[in-house]
Structure formats: C-alpha cells, structure tokens
C-alpha cells in the first residue's frame, strides 16, 4: 500500500489512545498512517446533558463529513458511540477485540458501596442508561450529571463534586485510572452499553478492495464483531441512542452467541431484559428478533413516554 492512511479521532486522550492502537496496527504491517484530530460536537458541548443536546452523531458526525470528503481514510470511534444506522456512503470496517465490557464504580472512597442505603451517596454520570440502572437496582442513590473527558470527570471526583462515577472498565483501564476502581458491576444485572469495550473503524464506501480488505484484515476480530452485530441489531430494531436508556451485551461461546438485552425506563419502575443464543452467523436475525420482543414486551410503550417527556 503506497500512500499514507490518514486516521481521523476526537481529541481526547482516550481517543487518542485508540487511534494510536489502530496505527500501531497498521504500522505493524509496513503501512503508512498519521494520526488527524477532528473536534466534535460532543467535545464542544459540555454544559449540557446528552438528552437536551440531541444525540445523533453527537461524537462521530464531523468525522464521518471528513470520511465522505475524503480528508481522512478511517475514522476511529469508541463502538459504543456509533450509531445504529450509519449516514449513506460509510460503513464499518472493523471492530477491534473487545475489553472486559463491565461498567465500574469509580470511587476516592475504597469502601464506597451502591448498595450502601445509610447514606445518600451522590454518583456522577452522564449515560441514561446508568442513571436508569442506578434508579432500578439502587434507589437511593443520587445521580448527577458528569459530562466531559475521563480526565475532567476524575477531577470533578477529586473537587468532591460527587462521590463516585460508573465509567466503563475498557477506557479506566486503558487511562491508568483502574487503582480507582472499587467494585466491578456484574454484566449480567448491570448490562453495558451496546459496542462498549470495543473500538470500531469507520470507512468510506468507495475505498478501493484490494485497500478495503487488507486493512480488515489487519483490524478485525471476528468474533468481536459477530457479537456486536447481534448488538447492533438490536439497537436499531429499537431505534435507541445514546438518550435512551437501553443496554445489550453479546458474548460468543464456539459458535454460538447469547444476547442479553432490553431497557429501562428513566425512573428505574421498569425494567424489561430478554435473552436468547442462536448461531454466529445469525447474530443480526437474533438481535432483531430480542429487539422486537423487548417492544412487544413494554419497551414501546417506555420509549413512547421517553418521546413525550
């Protein structure tokens, strides 16, 4: 390959760190890449909750206009901050091994604990999907809002503007924060985001094949990617986004695949999780099949009060 791959990122020391792990890959196979920092609307935007900015490509839609322009040649994102369905003329290249995909609890305090109810602890977080969980397993928590890059949000913690933060082990972990780690929220019960753990490489359509498939080659894993399709799916059957509190995690056991996904209302009242396993190369028809049978469930009539509110 003759000319230098441009990786387009945000700037965040996180997703700097994932755009170096991709171009370490690449540099790891003799191809030429540079590293391009695009500023988002997420990065700009810090004042205010996800749900009142609008989430729709909130941390990908400059980057994706450098791809369909074709000032970059691959657009690095955490795959958890992709959308369902991705604007015409891109798509996903490839999604890298994914980490432990557990959210954590983040604390200065090493015995605090949830489910401490003597004390009305303050926990920052910015995702819905968090403050519904906390809401459903652990109603007297306080929740407030932590927007920001991880180091940001770890100096919040350190002005004791809270007490501790649900954060996802991949990017505490890949920052050198995990000594704040004081407990590992079980997946089962608290499921993470859909993608979380992952990084997903985003391509123009056009690329040439012969680039195409040896850059896969390079970045995909593919078991990873079984996996977050039945993710995927799913969150598109549901139409969620990063405002809606819904959750999915996959995980592949020779070549079968159990999903568990579902959602919850804001207020924590409700609850709707449904788990199913079907093979590898059926993952999307499983995540959409889980998709409809949440809606079917509840999870229309959660969404609908989700549009109103």
């Not at 094949?209 to 040896?214: A, D, I, P, V």
Request: charged fraction near 25%; proline fraction near 3%; glycine fraction near 8%.
């Amino acid at each position: 390959m003759s000319k230098t791959i441009k990786i387009g990122t945000r700037g965040s020391k996180l997703a700097l760190w994932q755009a170096e792990f991709i171009k370490n890959k690449l540099l790891a196979h003799q191809i030429s890449c540079e590293i391009v920092v695009i500023e988002t609307k997420g990065d700009k935007i810090l004042d205010q909750p996800f749900a009142e900015i609008g989430t729709k490509g909130i941390f990908t839609e400059e980057i994706e206009s450098k791809l369909l322009s074709n000032e970059i040649h691959l657009a690095v994102h955490s795959a958890k901050d992709m959308q369902s369905t991705l604007p015409q003329g891109l798509e996903i290249l490839a999604f890298t091994e994914r980490e432990k995909p557990n959210d954590v609890v983040v604390s200065l305090n090493k015995n605090f604990k949830l489910d401490d109810s003597s004390m009305r602890n303050k926990v920052g977080t910015s995702s819905a999907r968090r403050k519904a969980l906390l809401n459903y397993f652990y109603p007297h928590i306080t929740t407030t809002d932590a927007r920001g890059n991880l180091q940001t949000r770890v100096k919040k913690l350190e002005d004791q503007q809270f007490d501790a933060m649900i954060l996802a082990y991949a990017g505490i972990v890949r920052m050198d924060y995990d000594h704040l780690i004081v407990d590992v929220l079980p997946i089962d019960t608290f499921v993470p985001a859909v993608g979380q753990g992952s990084i997903a490489v985003e391509i123009s359509s056009n690329m040439e094949t012969t680039t195409r498939l040896q850059l896969r080659r390079i970045l995909n894993d593919d078991i990873t990617e079984a996996c977050l399709k039945a993710e995927r799916s799913f969150l598109a059957t549901v139409e969620g986004g990063c405002s809606i509190p819904v959750f999915g995690n996959a995980v592949a056991i020779g070549n079968f695949l159990t999903l568990t996904a579902g959602i919850v209302s804001p207020d924590g009242k409700k609850l709707i999780k449904e788990g199913a396993t079907d093979s590898l190369e059926s993952s999307v028809k499983l995540g959409q099949a889980i998709g409809q049978k949440i809606l079917n469930s509840g999870g229309r009539e959660i969404l609908k009060a989700i549009d109103k509110y």
